[in-house]
């Protein structure tokens, strides 16, 4: 069944890990966050509201929906004064015009019923100058195929059903561009991100990780059964005896507002 964001059962699967070098590199390629006000809107746990701010973000506010994501990235914020969080939809977050000069949408449209309002949302609250992020999965990401490295290929390659899954929900990447564009934004800029998501030391380690569906909503869709199979799948696959590097593949879109 669908994963419940707001369940306690749900506590830090989004919280614990840290974002990787990998992902600074890339994103730091295309924007230079240094004195930014960024508003991480769908920040989960936190993971990357909390990076915005380690790479010279000048504040952050992460926005989620749940309660409980909100929660768990408070207590992993620390008290720490330039980062604030609150409860609020990605749609009318209650943030001030103009009060972010980067909004950043991480694995956020896909969970959207109609992104557009959430991108014109994006323009309300961002600078003249200001940016907007979107980090997704594309089914051309989605169909890259299994490894050793890519362990979500072969979430596909045993059950084929959950491509169909993410077929229905994943953005299409000129509809993407299409929507940005009805938001008020104008020439979106496509880039692509391989981005390490963790190291795991043995495959007992990764195994617990996946027994735990920790941060991956898609496996919510498979009941336990299907899952241990899924996990006896993978561990056949990959190289026990070294340390096993995961990475996940990603779209990335940056676009300014029309009127900048």
């Given at each position: 069944?669908?994963?419940d964001f707001s369940?306690?059962?749900n506590r830090n699967t989004y919280a614990l890990r840290v974002a990787d070098q990998t992902w600074t590199q890339g994103i730091t390629a295309l924007i230079d966050p240094q004195g930014l006000r960024v508003a991480d809107i769908g920040c989960g746990g936190g993971i990357y509201s909390t990076s915005w701010l380690e790479l010279g973000a000048e504040s952050v506010v992460g926005v989620d929906f749940s309660a409980?994501?909100?929660e768990d990235a408070v207590t992993?914020?620390?008290e720490s004064p330039d980062l604030t969080f609150l409860v609020?939809?990605?749609t009318a977050t209650g943030l001030a015009d103009h009060s972010a000069d980067l909004v950043f949408q991480r694995a956020l449209v896909h969970h959207l019923n109609d992104?557009?309002?959430a991108y014109r949302e994006a323009k309300r609250i961002l600078s003249p100058a200001g940016r907007l992020m979107i980090q997704d999965r594309t089914m051309t990401d989605v169909r890259r195929p299994g490894s050793p490295t890519h362990l979500r290929g072969y979430f596909f390659e045993l059950y084929p059903r959950l491509l169909d899954f993410e077929a229905a929900r994943r953005?299409?990447?000129q509809q993407v561009e299409a929507d940005l564009r009805s938001a008020g934004f104008s020439n979106p800029e496509r880039h692509t991100l391989a981005e390490r998501r963790r190291t795991y030391t043995s495959i007992d380690e990764l195994s617990d990780d996946l027994a735990a569906r920790t941060g991956r909503s898609i496996l919510h869709e498979l009941s336990s059964p299907e899952l241990e199979r899924l996990i006896d799948y993978i561990s056949a696959r990959v190289h026990a005896e070294a340390p096993i590097e995961e990475i996940d593949y990603w779209t990335v879109w940056i676009a300014a507002r029309d009127d900048a």
């Open positions: 069944m669908p994963i369940s306690p059962a409980q994501m909100i992993r914020a620390d609020a939809d990605a992104p557009v309002l953005p299409k990447e």
